[in-house]
Structure formats: C-alpha cells, structure tokens
C-alpha cells in the first residue's frame, strides 16, 4: 500500500460525531458502558477495544490541545486555567475507570486468543499498569501534571537586555555564534545571570517535583522513584546497569574526540584559551551561519529539503502546514523548547519550537520533522495503544532525520562552504551531546535514590557528575555559580523524568541508520519507515532490528559508532 500524508481525521462511531469534552458528567458514561458490556467472543473484545481506542484518542486529542495553547502562549491564564481543569477535573476521575478497564481486559478469557503478534506489547503495557496502579497516587499525580508545567512559566518570562533591545534567552542565543568575542561573553554572562536570578524558584519547583514522586513511588511499593519510572516507562528491554555501563563508554569512547573536536576551535579562532561562550563561534571575518529568515522561510526550506530527501515526507510537513500545526519563532510569553506533539484523532501532529535563525534551529525542525514522520507513519495502525511507541524508537526516527537530511541541505544554503560548516556543526553536535545526556541521566539516578537531600547536597552532586564527564576543553574559572545551575537548563528534569538516556540510546541508533544510508540510501529509508509504521506493537530489540540496527550500548559498539561518526567528521575538516 502505498504512503500517504493525506490521513483523515478518525471518525466517531462510539462517540457522538461532534463530542466536545467540557466536563467530567458529559466523559463518565462512556466509561461505565465500557465496563458493564458483556464481553462473549473474541468478535466483541475486538469491538470493545475499538470503541476504548476511539475514547482513548478523544480524550488525548483534547488534553494535548490544552497543553499545546497554553506552551504556545503562558502569558494567558484562561489556557492554563483550561490546562489545569483537565488534569486536577478529568484526569483523576478517569484513572479508577481506565484501572477496571484494564483489569476487565486481562480478566476476559478471549484475551488468550487474540493475535499475540500484534497485541503482544499492548497486553504487556496493561499488565504494567495494573501493577502500577495506586488509588493514593491518582491525587498527587493530578498536582503533578500542574505542577510540572510551571518550569514553563518560569522559563517563558526569562528574556535579557541586549543593545537597548529585549531578547528571550532563545533569541539571545544567537549571539553565541558572533565573531566578536567580547559581544559573546557579555551576551553570554547576561544569560546565565538571569537564569540566577530564578535559581531559588526553580530549586524549589524541583524539591517539590522530587517529594511527590517519591511518595508515588513509595505507595506503589517501590524503594525509589527510579525505580518506579523505569516500571511506567516501559523499560523492559535494559536495565539500569545498561544505562551505567552507557555512561562508563562515553567517558572511554567520547570524550577523548571531544577533546580533538575543541582544541581544533580553538586553533581555528585563534584563542590561548576556550572559554564557554566560543563553542558555537566562529573566527573574525567569518559571519554565523543564516540558514533562514523567519519561521515561514525555515518552513518552505524545510519542506525543500524533506522533498529532496523522499516527497512522502514533504507531504507530511505540507499536511501539517494545511492544518496550521505549526508554532515555529521564539517570542517573549512562549514556553521554552521544541517538541513535535502526536495527536491521535488528527493524525498529522503539532510542531512547537522557539527559532531565532540560527543553525541549531534547523537541526531541531528536521528533528521534529522526524517525529511528525513517526506520527503519520504510526497512525493507520488500529488501536491507539498501537501508536504509543517506545520513546528510544520515536528518537530514532528524528535525530536519523538530523543526519538523513545533511546530503540535501543545500536548501539552507546556497555554497559548497557553508553546507560544509553547517555539516560539521551537526556531526560535532552529534558527537559532543553524548556527555550532557550522560550527565543528566547520571544525575536523575542520584537524585531519585537520595530523595531526602539538601539543595547544598545536590549542588555537589551535580558538580561531581558534571566534572566526570568534562575534559580540560574549555576553561570555566570563574563562572562556579553559574555551572552549579546548568541543570535548571534542561526541561525533562522538570517536565518528563527519567526521559534523556533515550536521547544517547537513539542517537547510537541513528548513527546506525546512518551508515546505512551512507551504503544504500533507498534500502536504508524503507527500513526507517517500515520500523516507524510498527509503532508500539513490537518490543525495542524488533523494532531496531526491523529498522537494520542494533539494539546494543555496550562500549565496543559504542566505539565502532564514534569511530565513524568521527571519520566522517574528519572527510570534512580535509
């Protein structure tokens, strides 16, 4: 069957055709129909979990909407009224009803005969849950989604002054990339120290966030939250000791090329020392990339580029642009970060972003592009429990995109040496992101396991991890108090825990796909889209293999990886 971009909007059959979900009266019918139906065939289990699937969809449809407003503008309060009705309202009610559905589900004896190849990672997921599930729990993790989102709020207001003009730190980023070394350093030190003037706000939010987990975790029986999370999250496929030994072979096979990758900028700018604000520089007489103008022209190179690559995953973007399922430019009042959100009625997803012009702009729209991918790709299967696919897959289908997309990025720029530049700051990037996820990961494990800990503690925590895994690259003598906050940067800390080692296990992934492509382009893209149509329905290590990768972190594969990553690298330094 051929591909398309052009999906529908699911229809209603069990619903009503134009259900709108305002409050929790009009939603818990459904629910009790659901639970009282007389499940006597395989026939009427197939049709009860097509009619839990449409419900499901519905409702997730509806909380994504709410969550994609109010990160699209957090200046109004009547989105993120909207936003907070939902989860302390609709969620909590909803969570005893989706435990007796999953229980009636595993109860039913024609659950047996069900097709166990592609119901296999569903009924493992329910079973999980059940496990997981704590009536206790139902009002914390309510006052956790609300609360969770006001790192967003927090970082949304931060913006510096900069040549009598305001600037979101987004924006400000820019310019890090400046010739001028000393219009670096002072936009540089303007930004860390507004991320200290909000330092006390966002220890306090994590020290909040890090208590109620616990508790979740505690009354779910389990020592820590880490523990825990690795239970929700579906990690069946590795452990924590695989995401140690991960750690331990990117201080072996990383950091020595990260080494080679800045004493090389700081010969190319000429500096005796390299100091933070020079990483992203370049020399006098050099001016930054500008791969685009605004948000409507990175959208039309963006699609130029998808076109050249496969015309299925331009269409994608164009469905989406069609459907106004774009948010792409930094401005003062939005959430920070970027995030491709699937919506599971609609099909085509919603791309969020804070653009500001720069080369780093382009790798997270070709990333997102990725996932919207993933989202079309996944959307025909039946169930949408079918479409929840493993987040280390979903990473694989956007950073392959970042390194699919490099061979056709003559749509951003219009010489051979930019291409080139640009090329060499996404395979460094590739490279030098390995130690940050390690950090963050590492730092997540201790911070879980010692839940009781002072903010004084996990300052020195998060020094001693952070020195681990840093070279004598790039000289930080006097900037202490702004290191001991670089944590407060990264929003999954805050918004999603436990979710970043995906980042390092799908990047592995992707250089993999890579060197497919590098072989057999053609073969290397079925590959990618037949892995991605599969959506949830087969387990990690399937999935990889489908896709004609490994499923392995181990050191020696991690070192073949960075090998090539780094020949490749050093093909374009010639």
Not at 516 to 523: A, D, E, F, G, T
């Amino acid at each position: 069957m051929p591909r398309t971009a052009d999906i529908q909007k699911l229809n209603h059959h069990f619903l009503p055709t134009d259900a709108v979900l305002t409050n929790w009266e009009g939603l818990e019918p459904y629910f009790k129909t659901l639970l009282a139906q007389d499940l006597d065939s395989v026939s009427t289990l197939e049709k009860w979990l097509q009619n839990l699937s449409e419900l499901e969809a519905f409702i997730s449809e509806d909380a994504c909407w709410r969550q994609i407003k109010m990160t699209c503008d957090t200046t109004d309060k009547s989105l993120e009224e909207s936003f907070n009705f939902f989860c302390m309202e609709i969620q909590p009610k909803m969570q005893p009803y989706a435990d007796a559905l999953n229980k009636k589900l595993i109860a039913c004896p024609f659950t047996a005969d069900l097709d166990k190849s592609a119901y296999f990672t569903y009924l493992r997921s329910v079973k999980k849950s059940i496990e997981l599930f704590r009536e206790e729990n139902i009002p914390i993790q309510a006052e956790l989604s609300v609360l969770q989102q006001q790192y967003g709020t927090i970082a949304g207001k931060m913006t510096i002054q900069f040549k009598e003009q305001e600037y979101t730190l987004q924006q400000a980023a820019q310019f890090l990339e400046n010739p001028d070394r000393a219009i670096r350093e002072e936009v540089y030190l303007k930004i860390q120290e507004r991320r200290l003037q909000d330092q006390t706000s966002m220890h306090d939010l994590f020290s909040s966030l890090i208590q109620k987990r616990n508790q979740v975790a505690l009354n779910a029986g389990f020592a820590n939250y880490r523990d825990y999370k690795f239970q929700e999250l579906g990690r069946f496929d590795y452990s924590k000791e695989d995401c140690y030994q991960f750690h331990e072979a990117i201080k072996l096979h990383v950091l020595p090329l990260i080494d080679k990758i800045y004493a090389r900028k700081k010969k190319k700018l000429g500096v005796a020392i390299l100091k933070p604000w020079d990483t992203e520089a370049e020399p006098a007489g050099i001016a930054p990339l500008k791969p685009f103008t605004d948000g409507k022209d990175l959208y039309n190179k963006s699609v130029a580029c998808f076109e050249k690559l496969n015309p299925f995953f331009a269409d994608c973007l164009r469905k989406m642009n069609d459907l106004k399922h774009f948010d792409l430019e930094s401005r003062k009042g939005k959430a920070p970060g970027g995030y491709n959100c699937p919506l599971a009625e609609s099909g085509a997803p919603f791309i969020f972003m804070n653009a500001a012009g720069q080369m780093s702009d382009v790798t997270t729209m070709v990333h997102e592009g990725g996932h919207a991918i993933h989202s079309f790709l996944a959307h025909p299967l039946s169930l949408t429990a079918f479409k929840e696919y493993p987040m280390e897959m979903a990473e694989v289908a956007s950073m392959s995109m970042e390194l699919f997309t490099m061979n056709h990025w003559q749509s951003f720029f219009d010489n051979e040496e930019d291409l080139n530049r640009a090329k060499e700051h996404q395979l460094e990037r590739t490279i030098t992101i390995f130690p940050w996820i390690a950090i963050i990961d590492k730092f997540q494990h201790w911070v879980y396991e010692n839940p009781m800990h002072t903010i004084e503690e996990r300052t020195a925590s998060w020094k001693n991890i952070v020195a681990e895994f840093s070279t004598d690259s790039i000289d930080y003598s006097g900037l202490d108090m702004y290191r001991a906050i670089g944590w407060q940067r990264q929003l999954h800390l805050f918004e999603v825990p436990f979710y970043y080692i995906e980042y390092g296990i799908a990047q592995l992934g992707a250089i993999g796909m890579w060197m497919q492509y590098q072989i057999n382009p053609n073969q290397a893209l079925e590959n990618y889209m037949n892995a991605l149509s599969l959506g949830g329905t087969k387990t990690l290590p399937e999935l990889y293999k489908t896709a004609g990768i490994e499923f392995n972190f181990s050191p020696n594969y991690v070192k073949k990886l960075m090998d090539f990553t780094n020949q490749e690298l050093e093909k374009l330094y010639a």
